[in-house]
């Protein structure tokens, strides 16, 4: 079965630190893969998406994510955090078309930035 | 654009009653998800629908859970009857087709049973 594994549970960062937050996925196919985050208060919301192509993706507010086929690695970075990313992140997988849209998760991980 | 609406936003019931959720998509949203989610873990699909037809619940506990989308627009999921293990957030999320299209998720409702 598939399944998403964020490494830390809890990062803690000061403002302007560079952020690093790890996904390994388990699927031999070909796969999509996505960083979801969630703002205090908020809806879970889209951060960037893999599908094809070059590995290394960008998103919204500064983000970027790297695709390691090799690896089976999806990990998430910022050159520099700010108070305003304090937030959880959710790692999640798509095996494709023919699963149907059928997002896996990982169990979070959640960033507090100190001002 | 209207987002995924969902209500009611917070529940509290005790255990062996009945609870149920309601889910609005985005309009023209084929799509619809319900999902699970645990506090300390990641959301976890229970059921999808493609239209008003079910495509995956092979994670719903069909004992006690169940889910509608008539017309193929709102939806609607039930407990009954709840359980502890229960307590969660449940969220709906609407895509505008299958597969790889991005799903929009509402805000949830938070379930505690007691």
């Known amino acids: 079965a598939q399944s998403v594994s964020q490494h830390n549970h809890h990062v803690i960062l000061s403002e302007a630190a560079s952020l690093e937050l790890g996904c390994n996925y388990s699927y031999g196919g070909t796969v999509n893969l996505f960083w979801y985050v969630q703002y205090p208060g908020q809806h879970l919301q889209l951060l960037l998406k893999y599908f094809s192509g070059d590995p290394l993706v960008k998103g919204i507010k500064g983000f970027e994510a790297e695709f390691i086929k090799s690896k089976f690695s999806f990990n998430l970075r910022k050159p520099s955090v700010q108070w305003s990313d304090t937030a959880e992140y959710f790692c999640?997988?798509?095996?494709?078309?023919?699963?149907?849209?059928?997002?896996?998760f990982g169990q979070g991980t959640e960033l507090s930035v100190k001002p | 654009e209207a987002g995924v609406a969902q209500s009611p936003r917070y529940k509290i019931i005790e255990k062996r009653q009945s609870v149920a959720f309601w889910c609005n998509p985005i309009s023209g949203h084929a799509t619809l998800y319900w999902y699970q989610q645990i506090l300390g873990q990641g959301p976890k699909l229970l059921i999808q629908f493609q239209n008003n037809g079910v495509v995956d619940d092979s994670q719903l506990p069909k004992d006690r859970f169940s889910a509608e989308r008539l017309k193929g627009v709102d939806s609607t999921l039930k407990i009954q009857p709840a359980k502890l293990e229960d307590s969660a957030v449940y969220l709906c999320a609407s895509s505008r087709g299958r597969g790889v299209d991005e799903q929009y998720f509402g805000p949830g409702t938070r379930l505690t049973v007691t």
């Open positions: 999640a997988v798509n095996a494709g078309y023919n699963q149907g849209g059928k997002l896996i």
